[in-house]
């Protein structure tokens, strides 16, 4: 694995330009739109330490925010780096509950007792026939998910047999989800015709020890390493609200910018009974429409997908994260908790004039 480097953190210029909102916000707008160039990591820190409710009023907006002016800007970037589209995907879990990882933030944890019992894997009759439902619907891609810390020899042969019993039975992309990665399991996937590896980095760097023990920060990073070294394309993204600073998000984002990851799943903490963030308070909306708007203006080109507990940080501001330079949802109920009716988020998408893209759906 090649050295990490983390992005900098110079105090006095990231104090700097944080305590001009707009000035900054131009400087951005002048690289993103301007220039189309992307954003140096005291910029990107700098956004994250705005005061969201700052005051920027203009003549036909006098209650306008800061927080106002970086959804406008984060809408604008996201249309001219990538569409006008939304990207909605479906999860169904084919591996849940009894993963031996002692991540602080999930339910399929066997270390803490959350409720939720270890499943067995699909058949490849039932993974097949929902890959052709999917196709049936519009799907260009399929994504076989596993809770678990890496595959063994059993779930490798799994993996592969299910890639290629997708390939032959759909004109489908096929993409994974199975942890922790060595170098001949990436090679397999690759040559396998795997076109999509998802694995995301979580939290930061700095912050990676307070939420997991049983691995570390490096060994996602190595996995993340070996997607790209092979030639697939790499979906990482990770969880805010779990108690990590605002520049600790600004970090998590300048790492995953590194990666030029095809696809950013932005989570937000839904704490879940019986793990160590049970009785953590969920991020407010208008944090969460901060975290979206960071994201989006440090990885311009990413489809960023809200993802799990965006209902509960967004509540009844869904639509402004759209607006706010989302490109994907996932729809319907995620891997051990229920979310917003897929017909209300198409609503919503109506409503608001935007686009959808085909359907992509995740077992």
């Known amino acids: 694995m090649s050295d990490v480097v983390t992005p900098p953190l110079d105090e006095a210029a990231v104090a700097a330009l944080s305590a001009d909102p707009e000035t900054l916000l131009a400087q951005c707008e002048a690289a993103l739109l301007g220039r189309r160039e992307e954003l140096p990591a005291s910029h990107v820190y700098a956004l994250a ?4 409710d700052t005051p920027l009023p203009i003549d036909d907006a ?18 001219a780096w990538t569409s006008q589209e939304v990207a909605l995907e479906s999860i169904v879990s084919g591996k849940t509950g009894g993963c031996p990882e002692d991540c602080s933030f999930c339910s399929q944890s066997s270390v803490f007792d959350t ?24 799907a260009s891609e399929f994504c076989i998910v596993y809770a678990v810390r890496g595959p063994d020899e059993r779930l490798m042969a799994n993996i592969l047999g299910l890639t290629s019993a997708v390939r032959r039975s759909t ?45 570390s920060w490096d060994e ?39 990666f030029r990851p095809t696809e950013t799943p932005l989570n937000f903490l839904n704490p879940r009974p019986g793990t160590p963030m049970a009785d953590r308070d969920p991020m ?16 311009p080109w990413t489809l960023l997908r809200l993802a799990g507990g965006r209902e509960i940080a967004l509540a009844d501001l869904q639509s402004a994260g759209i607006l706010g330079g989302v490109n994907g949802l996932i729809v319907g109920n995620y891997l051990t908790t229920l979310g917003q009716r897929p017909q209300d988020d198409l ?4 409503d608001l004039d935007i686009p959808v893209r085909a359907l992509q759906d995740v077992l």
Do not use: W
């Open 49 to 52: 330490r705005l005061d969201i």
């Open 62 to 79: 006098p209650e306008r925010t800061v927080l106002d002016a970086l959804l406008d800007l984060s809408h604008r970037v996201r249309v």
């Open 347 to 350: 609503k919503m998408l109506r």
């Open 284 to 299: 407010t909306p208008r944090e969460a429409l901060h975290a979206i708007a960071l994201f989006r203006l440090a990885l």
């Open 220 to 258: 996602r990073h190595a996995t993340l390493e070996l997607v790209r070294d092979h030639g697939m394309e790499v979906c990482s993204g990770g969880i805010v609200g779990m108690g990590e600073t605002t520049t600790q998000r600004a970090e998590l984002a300048l790492e995953l910018a590194a």
């Open 115 to 138: 409720g939720v019992k270890p499943q067995p894997l699909l058949t490849t009759t039932e993974v097949v026939r929902a890959a052709q439902e999917a196709q049936a619907v519009g």
């Open 171 to 215: 004109q489908m992309s096929v993409a994974v989800s199975a942890g922790i990665l060595v170098a001949a399991q990436a090679e397999a996937l690759a040559r396998a015709g795997v076109v999509k590896y998802n694995h995301n980095l979580e939290a930061a760097r700095s912050f990676f020890p307070q939420i997991v023990s049983s691995h």
